[in-house]
């Protein structure tokens, strides 16, 4: 198997999974899941390669002249998001296939998940950075759908909309940052890129690509300013927020930063930008997510605060932050994904998120409260869950940043402190509290429900009883792939005594002296939100877009008013002054005219197209004006005959004739002749008239008189019959070298036609 073949056996599935699912019902997850999971195997199987410094690449012609392709790069860090993607994603199939069992279109929503699949998969193995940007805007595309599946409710459809403004947005950004990042290597190849770093760090190119690669990658992983968008996604089904917003579609940008590591990393500007807005983040969405009560809130705010981490040790770019930084992505990953499946499978179970509505639920449920629990034991960093390590990295790197070191650990001890406050309040309060008076007796959840969340803590606590064993080596590729001057370090689970260990034991103790007084607590986060953080910036962002909608409104009113004339006068006024402008910074005009050599009959013709226009603009009689338009016409047309244009005059005759027949027949419809313009318009008309006649006039003698080195006509006569293999050159000009004009006039034409027999077949008598 390769890695585009794979990939488009994920499209093929989500456009197949609509079709198919109603005919596999309860098994359609279970064989869903079999192709991620081969994929998984898969890249899995090329570890031992990767270890040993191997880049697997493929490559597929796109649109070579320009440098895209559709590369696929697969290294240490591709395979550790890869079997991230795919190992979640099959848990998300099994699951969400039982979960939506009950919900309509679950067929469509379970296609929507594949393509979502598919699209982050091709992020995290492209290797040419437009590659990347199409699978980045379809990750966006597929989760606007996913988000907004619930379509009936105005909450999702704004929610899903206002994800989709935030990360388009920084698409769009991110595309202009790839462009200039290719600038100064004629290249969009990642090995080309990361073949020589220094050539886009030292350049003037830098800084710009810089903030426009950070605008995408800090919109599409929920970085302040643009964190509320996570938030507010939650109104999407759980298995959406348990696949996007916490394991996959969230972790994009922090896949960007660490993928372009090696390239852009290293500087001030980059150091200084992901330490600041990392930071700021993480510390935000720690406080944000004390005073709420909605389960899959608390967990989102905690994903905003998680990934601020992640992108606080990107920038700090010491070894031991890009350790940390990896090590904390994989367990993120692991608890967070079962952390909401658990919350959605309490939302079945029970009817409600609201924490203050649930309790007693280890009656019910037992193996589910084991399986929270464990998870969020690794959130809260207890061993020998793979969270421990995580939180010992994250004070390690903070104990040796390069900068305000006690500042960052300050904030990274109150994050892990909130963290701890909030795993006793979500086991203790749910599980153990008092028993409320639920609206059905809540049940163990079915074992499809439960098998992805069982595994992925297996997997945790495995993974942090034998670092050595199986994270160190699965976790070494991608660390070396960041950051290849920094090795990885080797995990152990016991380090003895130390400063990080005392701070992992403050950091429970102080989680715990939290959970003692969280009434306390949660009173005083609510007070001072409700002093200093009242203003929510969602809110913000739906007062923004209004608003924007309404200045959108009125100037369209102002602009498209409807009078033809003047959005004709416009046109004119504005390509006249923009020619005249070229005009006068070009040479001096060289004029060469020779009216001896004029032939007499064409003087007469010139004479006369004169006078038809004078006629045209005094006359008082439409008709004598449109007989007067079609003399110029056929004026015009004598002209080209007399040039040798035959092919121009049989274009103009036809045109003519046609206007003129038209007109005709329009004309008995029209209202009687009035003066409707007072004389100031017609004064401004008649200079607007003479602006653009006399630009017109001045540029053909400039363009008469300019100089060429090598007129374009020389080409055509060379090419036209060696590589169009025409004859005709005019013939040959239309349909080859001006193909997509010529086929863009005969689709007007064809569009006109079509719109003129609709009106006169289907007007009613």
Request: glycine content about 8%.
């Amino acid at each position: 198997m390769t890695t585009g073949l794979f990939i488009a056996l994920l499209i093929l599935l989500a456009f197949l999974a609509p079709l198919t699912r109603k005919y596999l019902k309860n098994a359609a997850g279970w064989l869903y899941a079999l192709l991620p999971l081969t994929g998984l195997v898969y890249y899995l199987s090329l570890l031992p390669d990767i270890i040993d410094g191997q880049v697997i690449t493929e490559t597929y012609a796109w649109i070579p002249v320009y440098g895209i392709n559709f590369s696929f790069y697969v290294d240490g860090l591709s395979i550790l998001f890869s079997a991230m993607v795919l190992g979640i994603g099959t848990f998300i199939l099994i699951y969400a296939n039982k979960y939506m069992h009950t919900y309509p279109m679950r067929s469509r929503f379970m296609g929507y998940l594949i393509l979502f699949m598919a699209a982050m998969q091709g992020i995290v193995v492209s290797g040419n950075l437009i590659t990347m940007f199409v699978f980045w805007e379809l990750t966006s595309i597929s989760s606007y759908m996913l988000i907004g599946y619930h379509h009936e409710k105005p909450e999702s459809r704004t929610s899903a909309l206002q994800a989709l403004l935030i990360t388009g947005f920084g698409g769009l950004a991110l595309l202009g940052g790839f462009v200039l990042m290719g600038q100064p290597y004629g290249s969009y190849e990642l090995s080309v890129l990361f073949s020589d770093p220094d050539l886009i760090r030292s350049g003037s190119l830098y800084l710009p690509a810089l903030i426009l690669v950070l605008l995408g990658a800090f919109t599409k992983s929920a970085q302040f300013p643009f964190h509320f968008w996570l938030p507010g996604a939650m109104v999407a089904p759980s298995p959406v927020s348990a696949f996007l917003h916490s394991a996959t579609m969230v972790k994009a940008g922090v896949f960007l930063l660490l993928r372009l590591n090696p390239v852009m990393g290293g500087t001030e500007a980059w150091h200084i930008m992901l330490t600041a807005f990392g930071g700021f983040t993480m510390v935000m969405g720690a406080w944000l997510s004390i005073s709420q009560t909605d389960l899959k809130k608390i967990l989102a705010y905690t994903t905003v605060s998680a990934l601020g981490t992640m992108v606080l040790l990107i920038g700090n770019g010491t070894q031991y932050a890009i350790n940390a930084a990896i090590i904390f992505l994989l367990v993120h990953a692991m608890y967070k994904g079962t952390l909401f499946m658990m919350a959605g499978n309490i939302e079945k179970m029970t009817g409600t998120r609201d924490i203050t509505k649930l309790g007693g639920l280890y009656t019910y449920m037992p193996l589910a409260a084991f399986i929270m629990t464990a998870a969020l034991v690794s959130m809260a960093g207890i061993p020998p869950m793979l969270g421990f390590l995580g939180k010992e990295l994250m004070y390690e790197s903070k104990l040796m940043a390069p900068t305000v070191r006690y500042l960052l650990l300050a904030a990274t001890f109150f994050t892990n402190m909130v963290l701890v406050f909030l795993s006793l309040r979500l086991s203790l309060d749910v599980f153990w509290g008092k028993t409320p008076q639920y609206a059905k007796t809540p049940k163990e959840p079915y074992f499809p429900l439960l098998l992805g969340p069982a595994l992925l803590v297996m997997a945790s606590l495995l993974l942090g009883a034998l670092p050595g064993l199986l994270a160190g080596p699965f976790t070494a590729g991608a660390i070396t792939a960041t950051s290849p001057l920094h090795p990885a370090l080797k995990l152990k689970l016991w380090h003895g005594f130390n400063t990080v260990l005392l701070l992992s034991f403050l950091t429970l103790l102080a989680g715990a002296i939290l959970y003692r007084h969280k009434h306390a607590f949660i009173r005083f986060a609510e007070k001072i939100n409700l002093k200093y953080f009242a203003r929510e910036f969602s809110k913000g962002f739906y007062k923004a877009q209004n608003d924007f909608l309404v200045f959108t409104k009125l100037q369209t009113s102002r602009i498209q008013h409807g009078y033809h004339r003047f959005y004709l006068m416009t046109i004119f006024v504005v390509a006249s002054a923009l020619v005249w402008v070229v005009i006068w910074r070009a040479d001096p005009i060289m004029l060469e005219l020779n009216f001896a050599d004029m032939p007499l009959n064409l003087v007469a013709v010139l004479a006369l197209i004169i006078t038809a226009a004078l006629s045209a603009v005094v006359s008082h009689s439409r008709v004598i004006a449109l007989v007067a338009m079609g003399v110029i016409g056929f004026g015009i047309t004598i002209i080209f005959i007399a040039f040798s244009g035959v092919d121009l005059a049989i274009t103009m005759v036809m045109v003519e004739v046609l206007m003129v027949i038209l007109a005709m027949a329009v004309l008995y419809h029209l209202p009687k002749y009035t003066k409707y313009s007072d004389t100031g318009a017609r004064m401004r008309d008649g200079l607007v008239a003479a602006v653009v006649g006399v630009f017109m006039m001045v540029l053909v003698l400039q363009a008469g008189t300019s100089q060429l080195d090598i007129p374009i006509s020389e080409f055509f006569k060379d090419k036209s019959y060696s590589e169009a293999f025409g004859r005709n050159i005019v013939n040959v000009i239309l349909v080859d070298f001006r193909a997509l004009d010529t086929l863009g006039e005969i689709t007007v034409i064809a569009i006109a036609a079509i719109g003129i027999f609709s009106m006169i077949k289907l007007t009613k008598k």
